[in-house]
């Protein structure tokens, strides 16, 4: 059965078998102060395997071990004064497809897998919506599953 989270103003239906987490970003510690160049902003992680307790907001190193049928999704989430700038000026997602994909889009190239990255703002905050797939091969139907979780978060407007 498909549970649903929530924190932080986000909101994802995570489905059966699948694994996720929305909190501040792990990156950097609770104390952490500006000049640490770290971020304490809210990421979503969803993942078709188990997400490891320790990760980066896009992965990290844990990707090297995602199998070929793996998905994994992360929604970070930047300052809101980046809300609207050139980066983040499309409004909302866009539809993830199999053809938006490529090996170069990974953060960390990995042999045979591939990603997709979408910069875009909502109700005054901005984001990254960032998808690794574990082969590139399989773009098309590992981007519908992609797909259907990215169509399940919400996201709260800027208070």
């Given at each position: 059965m498909s549970r649903?989270?929530s924190a932080?103003g986000?909101?994802?239906?995570?489905?059966?078998?699948w694994?996720g987490?929305?909190s501040r970003?792990l990156?950097?510690?609770?104390?952490?102060?500006?000049?640490?160049?770290?971020?304490?902003?809210?990421?979503l992680?969803?993942?078709?395997f188990?997400?490891?307790?320790?990760?980066g907001?896009?992965?990290g190193?844990?990707?090297?071990?995602?199998?070929?049928?793996?998905v994994?999704?992360?929604l970070?989430e930047y300052?809101?004064?980046?809300?609207?700038t050139p980066?983040?000026d499309h409004?909302?997602p866009?539809?993830i497809?199999?053809g938006a994909f490529?090996?170069?889009n990974?953060?960390?190239?990995?042999?045979?897998?591939?990603?997709?990255q979408?910069?875009?703002s909502?109700?005054g905050?901005?984001f990254?919506l960032?998808?690794?797939i574990?082969s590139h091969r399989r773009r098309d139907?590992?981007?519908?599953?992609?797909?259907?979780?990215a169509a399940?978060i919400?996201?709260d407007p800027?208070?």
């Open positions: 649903t989270l932080h986000l909101r994802v239906t995570v489905p059966t078998g694994d987490a929305i970003s990156a950097v510690s609770a104390d952490a102060d500006e000049d640490s160049g770290g971020t304490v902003n809210p990421v992680h969803v993942a078709s188990a997400l490891p307790a320790v990760r907001d896009f992965g190193d844990f990707l090297m071990n995602m199998g070929p049928d793996d994994f999704v992360a970070v300052d809101r004064s980046s809300a609207g980066l983040f409004v909302g866009r539809t497809h199999g490529e090996r170069e990974m953060h960390r190239p990995i042999q045979g897998q591939s990603g997709h979408q910069f875009y909502v109700g905050r901005a990254c960032y998808v690794a574990g139907r590992l981007s519908r599953a992609a797909a259907m979780v399940t919400a996201i800027a208070d």
